[in-house]
């Protein structure tokens, strides 16, 4: 059964970091492009980073250019999320999706596998 499970959320103050997890079960994240949304309480899903493995295609938004960096361990078919300088409006429930065979695209329709979320605060 193909999974992805996000890890690494939690409760940080204003400038603090944090360092989210995306790891595959069931499948490789070779042929994959990987996305990170975001979901704020009343707001639409919002893409933050995107992907590609076999490219090494990647691309952010512009709320999180120069804060966030997306990493990746192929061994360990995990993707990481490095988010730096986090200010409140970043609070959300942070999503990783997954579509084989595409391209780096920050739109959620575009994925077909989802995580089930890890929650982010930012708060002092």
């Known amino acids: 059964q193909l999974q992805l499970v996000e890890s690494g959320g939690g409760l940080v103050q204003p400038g603090g970091s944090l360092r989210l997890s995306c790891a595959a079960s069931?499948?490789?994240?070779?042929?994959?492009?990987i996305g990170w949304f975001r979901q704020a309480p009343g707001k639409e899903r919002e893409g933050v980073s995107c992907f590609v493995f076999n490219s090494g295609s990647v691309n952010y938004a512009d709320s999180v250019k120069g804060r966030f960096t997306l990493s990746r361990d192929n061994a360990k078919d995990t993707v990481y999320l490095q988010m730096n300088s986090l200010k409140p409006e970043d609070t959300a429930v942070y999503y990783c999706a997954a579509r084989r065979f595409a391209l780096c695209n920050l739109h959620s329709t575009a994925y077909n596998y989802w995580g089930q979320g890890t929650q982010v605060t930012v708060s002092s």
């Open positions: 069931g499948f490789t994240l070779a042929n994959y492009a």
